[in-house]
């Protein structure tokens, strides 16, 4: 968009940011029409993933988790713009935290740790939750920059606000070495679609579908235990995020150990909650190469 689509878009997006909770889910409310029943966003995906990956239920059991799956995507993109502004306060009512013992444990033994997660609950509010712990090791979120300079250092303000860091992508694996005398929890959201040629190839919801090594390679190599956030909502407005250690002693594991771990322990959670994972993302787009088979 530029700089005066940005400078234009400001304002508003910022008034979003500034309503009460209750009259931010009444324009979601509003909103969700538009998306859902007529502009119908990414519906056609959303409905070939949904059907792809539960083959068992009904036409109506997937058109239900679609409504549902939607009514939470606007939700979402509302309660994410709250994080320009939201009080720690407000941030400590609306978003419980469990299992920060584990991080403390860590922290106190001098250890960093690697968290991973996926694409479900709020994960932009449970990474702004993160930073009012205390006692633990500074977050790390690996994100992907914009292509707008404008609206990524919009985001950057967004994520950074609260006290947490972040590494692009491109950096990651020269930035942690860079760090690692320092005490950080380095958070890779895990279910974004890597090159075919370089993932790990496993299944995952009933697919064929390639998984970055990123989080493995880099949980080998440093020794650094592999947590996962489960990110749950409880009732509309409200999300618990858990901690759990899915791995204590990377080096012990085999390759590809790690990753089927932490793959098969999101894939849980979507069972469990389908309507809260990004179904609008293209996940299968790929195909398993012939040398991988």
Same mark, same amino acid.
């Given at each position: 968009m530029g700089a005066i689509g940005y400078y234009i878009a400001l304002p508003f997006i910022y008034l979003l940011s500034l309503l009460p909770f209750p009259l931010l889910y009444l324009l979601s409310d509003i909103l969700f029409i538009f998306v859902y029943g007529l502009i119908g966003y990414r519906k056609e995906v959303v409905l070939a993933n949904l059907r792809n990956s539960f083959p068992e239920?009904?036409?109506?059991?997937?058109?239900?988790?679609?409504?549902? *799956?939607?009514?939470? *995507?606007?939700?979402?993109?509302?309660?994410?713009?709250?994080?320009?502004?939201?009080?720690?306060?407000?941030?400590?009512?609306?978003?419980? *935290?469990? &299992?920060?013992?584990?991080?403390?444990?860590?922290?106190?033994? &001098?250890?960093?740790?690697?968290?991973?997660? &996926?694409? *479900?609950?709020?994960?932009?509010?449970a990474g702004a939750r993160y930073a009012l712990l205390e006692n633990v090791p500074r977050l790390y979120v690996i994100y992907h920059p914009l292509a707008d300079p404008y609206f990524d250092g919009l985001l950057y303000r967004?994520?950074?606000?609260? &006290?947490?860091?972040?590494?692009?992508?491109?950096?990651?694996?020269?930035?942690m070495l860079r760090d690692k005398d320092l005490l950080t929890a380095t958070a890779f959201i895990s279910d974004q679609t890597p090159s075919p040629e370089r993932a790990y190839w496993t299944t995952f919801l009933g697919q064929d579908t390639p998984v970055f090594l990123g989080p493995e390679v880099l949980a080998r190599k440093l020794d650094r235990p592999v947590l996962y956030l489960s990110i749950t909502r409880p009732r509309r407005g409200y999300y618990d995020v858990s901690v759990e250690v899915l791995v204590s002693a990377p080096r012990s594991?085999?390759?590809?150990?790690?990753?089927?771990?932490?793959?098969?322990?999101?894939?849980?959670?979507?069972?469990n909650n389908p309507e809260l994972w990004l179904w609008t993302h293209r996940r299968w787009k790929h195909r398993r190469p012939l040398l991988n088979t």
């Open positions: 239920r009904s036409e109506k059991e997937i058109e239900d988790v679609s409504k549902a *799956f939607y009514r939470w *995507f606007v939700d979402l993109t509302l309660e994410t713009l709250k994080t320009l502004t939201i009080s720690k306060a407000s941030m400590t009512q609306r978003v419980s *935290f469990r &299992g920060s013992e584990v991080l403390e444990r860590y922290a106190s033994e &001098g250890r960093s740790v690697i968290l991973v997660l &996926g694409h *479900f609950g709020n994960w932009e509010l967004m994520r950074t606000r609260l &006290g947490n860091r972040l590494y692009t992508m491109r950096e990651t694996s020269k930035a594991t085999r390759d590809g150990e790690i990753t089927e771990i932490h793959t098969k322990r999101l894939e849980v959670d979507i069972r």
